[in-house]
Antibody, heavy 130, light 109 residues
Framework: EVQLVESGGGLVQPGGSLRLSCAAS????????MNWVRQAPGKGLEWVSYISSSSSTIYYADSVKGRFTISRDNAKNSLYLQMNSLRDEDTAVYYC???????????????????????WGQGTTVTVSS | DIQMTQSPSTLSASVGDRVTITCRAS??????LAWYQQKPGKAPKLLIYKASSLESGVPSRFSGSGSGTEFTLTISSLQPDDFATYYC???????????FGGGTKVEIK
């Protein structure tokens, strides 16, 4: 069964740090790009960060740039999100999601089609509060 | 960043109704659009990719259409399992950002 399982969420004070993990199983993790997407309480979905299959391409939303770091360990079938300098507005459920699209390295555009995010984890809750 | 405007934000409908949700992009995104369904306390589920392609395992009562800046998600005959929130999502480039619409909550009338 194709599966993503997040962990590492919890309660942290403003200015603190947290590291989220996403364990993949049931598919060849090293062949897929991955994303982190978050959802604040009662709000919509917000894309956070992207990492290509080889870690050669990484993107961040402006709201987390300079504070969050995405990484992966293909040998361990795991995706990570290191979150530093946490703010109240980072409070959310954080999801990892698989991205099956192949992108042109130079332009960033899909080589063929955009396939969406086809597998999602169940989410892990991060609460930033004093 | 490309803005995605979804309408309506809330929709009240009955089982068996035909339901249409609209998503408008602030600039052309070709057919690089996906639709997701999310139920309370659950992760989003991919329904449609490439604007009109049905994800494997998704019932055929769901369909997507559009290109450029105007897109629609249609549920041909609403079923009890379809009461949920639906999001569109555009891909033009990860830089600057991939963005989601604000969501449409489909409620029981």
């Amino acid at each position: 069964e194709v599966q993503l399982v997040e962990s590492g969420g919890g309660l942290v004070q403003p200015g603190g740090s947290l590291r989220l993990s996403c364990a993949a199983s049931g598919f060849t993790f090293s062949s897929y790009s991955m994303n982190w997407v978050r959802q604040a309480p009662g709000k919509g979905l917000e894309w956070v960060s992207y990492i290509s299959s080889s870690s050669s391409t990484i993107y961040y939303a402006d709201s987390v740039k300079g504070r969050f770091t995405i990484s992966r360990d293909n040998a361990k079938n795991s995706l990570y999100l290191q979150m530093n300098s946490l703010r109240d507005e980072d409070t959310a459920v954080y999801y990892c999601a698989r991205d099956p699209t192949d992108y042109d390295i130079l332009t960033g555009y899909p080589l063929h089609y955009y396939y969406g995010m086809d597998v999602w984890g169940q989410g892990t809750t991060v609460t930033v509060s004093s | 960043d490309i803005q995605m405007t979804q309408s309506p934000s809330t929709l009240s409908a009955s089982v068996g109704d035909r339901v249409t949700i609209t998503c408008r992009a602030s600039q052309s995104i070709s057919s690089w659009l996906a639709w997701y369904q999310q139920k309370p306390g659950k992760a989003p589920k991919l329904l449609i990719y490439k604007a009109s392609s049905l994800e494997s395992g998704v019932p055929s009562r769901f369909s997507g259409s559009g290109s450029g800046t105007e897109f629609t998600l249609t549920i041909s005959s609403l079923q009890p399992d379809d009461f949920a929130t639906y999001y569109c999502q555009q891909y033009n480039s990860y830089s600057p950002a991939l963005t989601f619409g604000g969501g449409t909550k489909v409620e029981i009338k």
